[in-house]
């Protein structure tokens, strides 16, 4: 057993500030010297002058940004070459082979084509109609699930 082992039972204690010199929070409890932030008790998006940084940003309704967080995560054919011949590829089979993470199951997968593909496979996710043609002229199906 190692003392960085251990399991950790003290809590750290709160600062105890402008309690004397020798505390290393003493005499302006860690504020620096004068001014405003110094002294009072100040709104949460404070700046210093003007307005808030928050008012400043345009304005976005709904949750979080849409157009950013749903686009689907781009598989060009040539990394498909990975699966043997008359495999089933489906989310389940990209995340074992490391073509995609979590985060891009949720957001969703499309299957693009680069023109390489060279085994025939079976396809159970979007792409695009170019990719499709490419798939079954090397002699592998699509079954839009």
């Known amino acids: 057993m190692k003392l960085n082992k251990l399991v950790k039972i003290k809590k750290r204690d709160n600062k105890r500030v402008g309690r004397g010199i020798g505390s290393g929070l003493g005499k302006t409890a860690g504020r620096g010297t004068k001014g ?3 002294r009072g008790k100040l709104p949460v998006g404070f700046t210093g002058a003007g307005l808030p940084t928050y008012k400043k940003l345009p304005l976005r309704r ?3 940004n849409r157009s950013v967080s749903l686009k689907s995560k781009v598989i060009h054919l040539s990394k498909l070459n990975i699966f043997k011949k008359g495999t089933i590829v489906d989310m389940e089979q990209l995340l074992k082979a490391n073509l995609i993470d979590k985060k891009d199951m949720k957001s969703g997968v499309k299957i693009l084509s680069d023109k390489q593909l060279s085994v025939s496979l079976v396809i159970k996710l979007p792409l695009s109609k170019q990719a499709q043609v490419e798939i079954e ?8 699930a």
């Open 36 to 38: 405003q932030k110094a």
């Open 62 to 64: 709904g949750l979080g």
């Open 137 to 144: 002229k090397q002699g592998g199906s699509v079954e839009h």
